[in-house]
């Protein structure tokens, strides 16, 4: 069993509260819900939030870790938000926010449109792209989609990185 579910989670300042297989966590900046699997049992009591598996098959052990985290980062992201800065390294690389997505001239012979999803706000000064939510899986996601429009090469660096993101250099052609 995970030494994460062990503990019971505090809420602070969150209201959490399962129902019909859904768990939600209502805060002061979002509400946010997620589907609960079958093998795992999720009890709200006001010391913190209990996470147990209801059977001792290997999946339910698995699960109830990964669902220990799962609360811990919504209770976290409904009281302050998550953020996520990206770097675009490059000449002539650009990105800009359009109404609901982002855009971005990397090179390519047309400019990249990407959505941004509901929850997720994305800022851009110069060459930094601040993108901010409270549900951290799905900020993850949209960042790594973020990175994957041009990921950074290893000859000269340019692309799109994470903030603090070390990109093994390789030395290029020798002169003889």
Do not use: C, W
Not at 113 to 132: F, H, R
Request: proline share 6%.
């Amino acid at each position: 069993m995970s030494r994460l579910a062990k503990k019971p989670i505090a809420v602070g300042k969150a209201e959490v509260s399962v129902a019909g297989g859904m768990l939600t966590v209502k805060g002061p900046k979002a509400t946010l819900t997620k589907r609960v699997h079958p093998s795992v049992a999720i009890a709200v009591a006001p010391e913190g939030v209990s996470v147990s598996a209801k059977d001792n098959s290997r999946l339910a052990k698995a699960l109830v870790g990964t669902f220990a985290a799962h609360v811990k980062n919504m209770v976290q992201g409904v009281e302050t938000p998550y953020t996520t800065k990206l770097i675009l390294e490059g000449v002539g690389y650009r990105a800009e926010v359009k109404g609901k997505s982002l855009s971005f001239l990397v090179g390519k012979s047309h400019p990249v449109l990407l959505d941004i999803p509901e929850g997720v706000s994305a800022v851009v000064e110069k060459n930094l792209i601040t993108l901010t939510g409270s549900d951290k899986e799905l900020l993850g996601q949209f960042a790594a989609n973020v990175r994957g429009v041009k990921p950074p090469e290893p000859y000269l660096g340019k692309g799109i990185r994470y903030e603090g993101e070390v990109i093994l250099r390789k030395q290029g052609k020798k002169a003889v």
